[in-house]
């Protein structure tokens, strides 16, 4: 609100005096508003955009008088004129049969619009409408009436499918749209959104202005029309009816064919631009899918507008590995256009597909380095690899790894590394602390065989160690995690005193929480965080306390506990409150970011699954009891950078542990590490002694 | 027929099914909460607005300018309080002045389902209303005030829109206005305009003619009753109760025509009686039966099976008009045909004995084919009454 309090007078003399809309472009204050907060789901963002269209409303309401040739009628008048142009171009779409839910949501049915791209009888539309995957597809012509259209390909990176009718009417009666020229397309300008689902006989239409070009990583421009099913796969055209793009569902954050769906009519939309269209329309002609090019490499630093591109892993059998990229090479140009941070980076690679050819200029050692190569669509997935050993928590008082713990049998083991050495380097790089020590470890591979420097005492060794796979048994008894023991609580001794409670309220989100913070003793070290996701029904702190208090105080984790937003049921949107909830611990706290983990219990246990496996890097480790993952989840292979061990918990019967069986067979196709623990029976949560066997797991999450 | 409010739960409209909590969908969860958080900004937004548009205006245009539009406007919408604030349900919604003595139209609701129901001008006055008829095939409803001299909406000054006609929407949606506050404008154009009966089965409602589809977030709790003018405040429609397009799980931001609500409207005004919306009459006396003309379908598997053709009796209408195993059913009688389930749906609601026109896919072609149906003449002893035994 204040936002748009504070640019009210300014704002308003602008809408009122003057700058009216004549030319087809809007005054330039929208965009100087829009563009100014660049993430889209922030508040002031909104209220920028609400400002935005009360300029429309200002400029217009002031020109609407009696006369009927005024500004207003006649923008009335353009807006027609430019839908009669393109209407003949947009065709009606139905279809039958085809599966009932996609990604576990029921899918409408009802008709979809299509653009005719081709006078030989191609015509382009939007993936979202054909994610049930239609038995029969039916398209409409005006005077022709329905015609059977076959899908000849899709286009993957940009949400897009294109179709063939058959019979294909003669000359003339397909329209082929005229494209706007890129260079006219500009925010602030009108952008008429047109669909053909709601009226037999014309078009739908929704009117609103171009936001922002080159959106989605340079895929997709923004529009604040009015952009849902019904309108997806139609043309978003200018006042003069000429086609800027091609609607669909698009989100920044993710992939496939309904994401972006959830922004329906909220004022954020998406089109492809037709010349991008156009561009690879040869290709999907051939019946060929586009999918999004690959490179293979992992980034150092999570803050993509801050961290410089630097390769923190790139693994071998990437193209960008084969071509010559290793880890440390900071990129400096992609295809000629230098980049500075990561973001930088995602702009340039996420127009290409795969197959297209990318030149990378890298710096190492001071030398610029040109690779060439060909993106990929899909990268062999990456597998962690294990030395055999727990960090001790807090010991960074001098360089190196203070190890806590040897894995009996691990190759750190056979190579003679014992508990209380301290790693000082791996393969003759130095390691500051562990998180270098993971760094390391990150660019390579099981099977390896790497050099380590140990010392021991006074004494330091030189030792060859075998690299091996991340274990999926849970250790036995470990040893403490930290040195000034004796000062610890002991486990089990804690009372509601010896930590503090508190509540979490976060701005705009309704979802109780609250956090209980166990008391540390000197040195403090990091603490590690462990959400709870309760089944959803009844809600009782004291409980939930008692059951997790011990554990916390034995590992030093902060104790998270929020509660669905609505009644008892988890929501995809409760991920965003807890999302929002860790980054507060965050900042309130010292946490460590590889001591995160997500427990859950039924419903809880599907959200800590969802938490863990779509927002990557966030966990270290997500534990689900009697849960299966949603249907709408589609594990991504893990990237060197983050990692990521999932513990799944269930009974011999049920329906999460039917599901489980084949999603645990993906999650380890991807190389995840899954610990399955077997439950004499379905329903109940962990007894105690298998709640011991989970911490214990917890525990053991940092091992490198 | 004057129908007194009491009465008005034994009416079939009047159950609260089409004002039915938005949040409880089974459909997609998730867009809802966008959907209406948005244009609930977006309509703040434009109350600030509407004021300081107005004051400037008046600065610079005078009394021809937009803000005696919206002024003029503004006096002639009411907001109307009355049952509900259970489950979910509001206890408000919007109406229109449209005669000087106080005539109030609104929308048919459970809102208007009690005694007291309030009607509150936009100088503040309060009126305690009385319910004159309704319509509630039209879900319309006109509400009497005991007043004189009051600024009205004149139905037959009532003009038509077109697609990209601009409109604005007064309504006192979300129950943003109390007291002498004014009513919430939205602003937006006519996307389209489209029949709910040529929808078949997709929307929940009685009201079966045409709409203006609008490109504007209008159609939110306590909307419906709100006009729609165009931008020089001439009466287009009425904003329609909350709507959901069952096929394309989109809530629909409507308004009908005031030219298809006149008649109803002169009826009730009149005294007359309106007709109750009847479903008894749209069943067929004998429903449709595939097997009948000797045409099975493949079994239903999901309720997204394509409707195919398992096999053909022969000699049978089915074999008569050419089907033939495999053949995919598009069209029956002009009308899509989705799946099985939808097919049982149409044979449940269609009457027997006529001739049926199917479109239908065989390989990559598309064929109309027509099944004359044989008269069949009934078994001698179903036509007869049985014997009655001592």
């Known amino acids: 609100m204040t936002t748009l309090l504070q640019n009210r007078n300014s704002t308003q003399r602008r809408g009122c005096l003057g700058q009216r809309p004549s030319s087809g472009a809007l005054p330039q204050a929208p965009n100087a508003l829009a563009s100014r907060n660049e993430p889209v789901k922030n508040r002031s963002f909104l209220m920028a955009v609400a400002a935005a269209l009360a300029i429309v409303v200002a400029s217009w309401m002031s020109t609407a008088t009696a006369l009927e040739d005024t500004p207003g009628a006649r923008e009335e008048d353009a807006v027609r004129a430019a839908v009669d142009r393109v209407a003949p171009s947009v065709v009606r779409i139905q279809t039958v049969g085809g599966m009932e839910t996609v990604d576990g949501v029921l899918q409408g049915s009802g008709p979809s619009t299509g653009l005719i791209i081709s006078a030989d009888g191609y015509i382009v539309s939007s993936a979202y409408n054909f994610a049930r995957r239609p038995t029969a597809i039916l398209v409409t012509l005006g005077k022709r009436g329905n015609i059977p259209a076959k899908l000849v390909a899709a286009d993957h990176s940009r949400a897009l499918v294109l179709l063939k009718i058959d019979p294909v009417p003669e000359d003339g009666e397909l329209v082929v749209p005229e494209p706007a020229p890129a260079s006219e397309v500009r925010p602030g300008a009108w952008a008429i959104a047109v669909g053909r689902t709601l009226d037999e006989k014309g078009p739908n239409i929704s009117v609103g202005i171009v936001s922002a070009v080159g959106r989605i990583w340079g895929k997709a421009l923004q529009t604040d029309a009015k952009i849902s099913p019904a309108n997806y796969g139609g043309p978003l055209v200018d006042l003069r009816g000429r086609v800027l793009g091609v609607l669909v569902p698009m989100s920044p954050m993710a992939g496939g064919e309904t994401a972006g769906a959830e922004w329906y009519d909220s004022g954020i939309g998406f089109a492809v631009p037709l010349a991008d269209v156009q561009r690879v329309l040869p290709d ?17 630093g999570r803050d993509m507008f801050a ?22 090479d900071k990129i400096v140009a992609i295809n000629g256009r230098s980049v500075v941070n990561q973001a930088q980076m995602r702009h340039q690679i996420g127009p290409l597909y795969a197959g297209d050819k990318v030149r990378l200029t890298v710096l190492r050692d001071k030398r610029e380095v040109v690779l060439t190569f060909s993106l990929t669509d899909k990268l062999p997935p990456f597998e962690h690899p294990f030395l055999g050993i727990l960090p001790l928590h807090g010991a960074a008082d001098e360089p190196g790894v203070a190890i806590r713990y040897v894995y009996p049998d691990s190759p750190a083991a056979k190579a003679g590394i014992k508990a209380g050495d301290r790693l000082l380097e791996i393969e003759s ?50 040893p403490p995690a930290r040195k000034a023991v004796a000062d610890a609580k002991k486990p089990g001794s804690g009372k509601l005193t010896a930590g503090k409670t508190t509540d979490i309220k976060l701005p705009e989100l309704t979802n109780k929480c609250f956090a209980y913070v166990p008391t540390q003793s000197a040195p403090p070290v990091a603490y590690g965080v462990l959400v709870w996701l309760g089944p959803g029904d009844v809600f009782d702190r004291e409980r939930t306390l008692k059951q997790w208090q011990a554990m916390c105080d034995a590992q030093g984790l902060i104790l998270l506990v929020p509660q669905p937003r609505e009644g008892k049921r988890w929501q995809p949107d409760d991920i965003d409150f807890i999302v929002r909830a860790l980054e507060r611990l965050d900042k309130t706290y010292d946490v460590d970011a590889d001591r995160i983990v997500a427990v859950g219990h039924q419903g809880g246990g599907a959200a800590a699954l969802l938490l ?12 689900a009891c009697d849960a299966a993952l949603p249907a709408s989840v589609r594990p991504e292979p893990i990237e060197p950078t983050q990692r990521l061990a999932l513990l799944l918990a269930h009974g011999p019967t049920g329906p999460a542990a039917e599901s489980l069986a084949p999603q645990i067979a993906r999650l380890r196709e991807l190389k995840y590490p899954v610990t399955e623990m077997k439950l004499p029976q379905a329903g109940r949560f962990l007894n105690e002694a298998e709640q011991g066997e989970l911490a214990r797991w917890v525990d053991s999450l940092d091992r490198l | 027929m004057n129908v007194r409010g009491n009465e008005l739960s034994r009416v079939p409209g009047a159950t609260p099914q089409f004002c039915g909590p938005i949040h409880s969908g089974a459909l997609p969860q998730a867009p809802q909460p966008v959907a209406l958080r948005w244009p609930v900004a977006l309509m703040v937004a434009l109350c600030f607005w509407g004021s300081a548009v107005a004051a400037d205006a008046k600065d610079s245009v005078g009394d021809n300018g937009p803000h005696s539009v919206l002024d003029r406007t503004q006096s002639k919408i009411v907001k109307v309080f009355g049952a509900g604030g259970l489950r979910g349900l509001k206890a408000y919604q919007s109406g229109m002045l449209i005669s000087p003595a106080g005539h109030v139209l609104t929308a048919y609701s459970y809102v208007l389902d009690t005694d007291s129901v309030t009607v509150v001008l936009d100088d503040g006055r309060r009126f305690e209303a009385k319910l004159v008829g309704a319509d509630p095939r039209l879900e319309i409803a006109v509400l009497k005030c005991e007043a004189t001299d009051l600024p009205c909406f004149d139905l037959t000054a009532a003009v038509e829109g077109r697609i990209g006609t601009r409109v604005l929407a007064l309504s006192n949606l979300f129950g943003v206005a109390t007291g002498d506050e004014q009513a919430s404008v939205q602003h937006g154009v006519i996307s389209a305009l489209s029949t709910l009966s040529a929808r078949h089965g997709v929307f929940s409602t009685p009201y079966r003619g045409s709409v203006y589809v609008l490109d504007a977030m209008t159609n939110n709790p306590g909307a419906a009753g709100g006009a729609l003018t165009d931008s020089q405040g001439r009466l287009l429609g009425i904003l329609g109760k909350e709507l959901r397009n069952t096929s394309s799980n989109l809530w629909l931001n409507y308004a009908i025509p005031i030219s298809e609500l006149r008649p109803a409207i002169e009826d009730i005004l009149a005294g007359k009686s309106r007709p109750q919306p009847s479903e008894i009459a749209r069943r067929p006396r004998q429903a449709l039966d595939l097997a009948g003309l000797g045409l099975l379908l493949v079994p239903n598997v999901t309720d997204a099976t394509p409707p195919y053709v398992e096999s053909v009796q022969p000699d049978s209408p089915a074999a008569h008009a050419g089907l033939a195993p495999d053949d995919l059913i598009l069209f029956i009688n002009g009308r899509l045909v989705q799946s099985l389930h939808e097919m049982q749906e149409l044979c449940r609601t269609t009457e027997a004995g006529g001739r049926l026109e199917m479109t239908i896919r065989r390989g990559a072609e598309l064929k109309v084919i027509a099944i004359e149906p044989k008269v069949i003449e009934p078994k001698a002893s ?5 014997e009655v035994k001592p």
């Open chain 1, 284 to 300: 999907l002609r051939k019946g060929k899918n586009l999918e999004t090019g690959l490179m293979g490499v992992s980034l150092k």
């Open chain 1, 307 to 328: 961290a410089e591109p630097i390769i923190a892993a790139c693994p071998p059998g990437s193209p960008a590995y084969e071509a010559g990229a290793r880890p440390g």
């Open chain 1, 429 to 478: 790089q130095p390691l500051a602390n562990v998180a270098a020590a993971r760094d390391a470890l990150n660019t390579l591979a099981p099977e390896q065989k790497i050099a380590l420097l140990v010392a021991r005492g006074a004494e330091k060794l030189k030792l060859t160690a075998n690299l091996g796979h991340l274990p999926t048994d849970i250790p036995g008894e470990l």
């Open chain 1, 612 to 623: 863990a496996l779509t927002r990557p890097g966030l966990l270290s480790g997500a534990a």
């Open chain 2, 382 to 386: 179903e036509s007869q009454p049985a």
